[in-house]
């Protein structure tokens, strides 16, 4: 009976290829405690090893509550760069604008010494600034240390949004570019985000999510092969990054 179940199991993490560690917690300020200290030791080895260390996160209201107890946790913060996975190309003070929020919710207190790059470029479309970002983020933002995706109701992860005539541009792997811009079909604003390739690039790569709506698009996307359609299956079953999960109701 014991074999049966290993065996059962082992096909189970043969299907899903096992490239993810669902960590649940009871609330969200358990979450964030831990969460906080997996990010900051992972900062700290960075800083000890290469005297800097990156930190790529998303927007949306999901990492506001980690922001807030991000920013008063001690580490030189000053050897810190701060950027986006993903950016709606907006102007920096919209309120869509994720550097808005990163810099209202997390560039503050101790953390406001991190340093800041900024995807978005004025005064130019999304579509013609993907060489220009691309070159950027490969330069100055990796190797990257600690990147935080979120996830949508539609699986999608970063700016990368299923049934989107670029999206197969955006999760190739042969696509040597660190960026890709979108415009979704469902929210607003054309997009930059980091293409799959750039994504796996990371070295500790965590999804943050809550709500029980939330893990039956995460257990969905487990078992979907079809990328186009959930993008963040892309990144759950790659075979190359185990991917961190930071779960809470």
Same mark, same amino acid.
């Given at each position: 009976?014991?074999?049966?179940?290993?065996?059962?199991?082992?096909?189970?993490?043969?299907?899903?290829?096992?490239?993810?560690?669902?960590?649940?917690?009871?609330?969200?300020?358990?979450?964030?405690?831990?969460?906080?200290?997996?990010?900051?030791?992972?900062?700290?080895?960075?800083?000890?090893?290469?005297?800097?260390?990156?930190?790529?996160?998303?927007?949306?209201?999901?990492?506001?509550?980690?922001?807030?107890? =991000?920013?008063?946790?001690?580490?030189?913060?000053?050897?810190?760069?701060?950027?986006?996975?993903?950016?709606?190309?907006?102007?920096?003070?919209?309120?869509?604008?994720?550097?808005?929020?990163?810099?209202?919710?997390?560039?503050?207190?101790?953390?406001?010494?991190?340093?800041?790059?900024?995807?978005?470029?004025?005064?130019?479309?999304?579509?013609?600034?993907?060489?220009?970002?691309?070159?950027?983020?490969?330069?100055?933002?990796?190797?990257?240390?600690?990147?935080?995706?979120?996830?949508?109701?539609?699986?999608?992860?970063?700016?990368?949004?299923?049934?989107?005539?670029?999206?197969?541009?955006?999760?190739?792997?042969?696509?040597?570019?660190?960026?890709?811009?979108?415009?979704?079909?469902?929210?607003?604003?054309?997009?930059?985000?980091?293409?799959?390739?750039?994504?796996?690039?990371?070295?500790?790569?965590?999804?943050?999510?809550?709500?029980?709506?939330?893990?039956?698009?995460?257990?969905?996307?487990?078992?979907?092969?079809?990328?186009?359609?959930?993008?963040?299956?892309?990144? =759950?079953?790659?075979?190359?990054?185990?991917?961190?999960?930071?779960?809470?109701?």
């Amino acid at each position: 009976m014991v074999q049966q179940v290993l065996f059962l199991c082992l096909q189970k993490m043969k299907e899903f290829g096992m490239k993810t560690n669902f960590n649940s917690f009871k609330s969200s300020e358990e979450l964030v405690d831990s969460f906080c200290k997996t990010i900051i030791e992972k900062l700290k080895n960075a800083i000890k090893t290469k005297e800097k260390a990156v930190l790529l996160v998303s927007g949306g209201n999901t990492p506001k509550v980690l922001f807030e107890k =991000l920013c008063r946790c001690d580490i030189a913060w000053e050897k810190v760069i701060v950027s986006l996975v993903d950016e709606r190309w907006v102007n920096k003070r919209d309120e869509d604008s994720n550097e808005k929020l990163v810099k209202e919710y997390l560039l503050k207190d101790k953390a406001s010494k991190a340093s800041f790059l900024s995807l978005y470029q004025d005064g130019v479309e999304a579509q013609n600034c993907v060489d220009i970002c691309s070159t950027l983020v490969k330069k100055e933002l990796f190797p990257c240390d600690v990147l935080i995706l979120g996830m949508g109701d539609d699986s999608h992860t970063a700016s990368l949004f299923p049934n989107n005539e670029k999206l197969e541009e955006g999760i190739n792997l042969k696509n040597e570019s660190y960026c890709v811009s979108m415009t979704p079909l469902t929210a607003k604003h054309s997009r930059m985000s980091l293409t799959l390739n750039a994504i796996l690039k990371a070295d500790n790569i965590y999804l943050h999510i809550q709500g029980k709506n939330k893990k039956e698009v995460y257990e969905k996307a487990l078992k979907e092969d079809d990328f186009l359609l959930s993008p963040i299956s892309a990144v =759950l079953k790659n075979e190359k990054k185990q991917i961190e999960v930071y779960y809470n109701e």
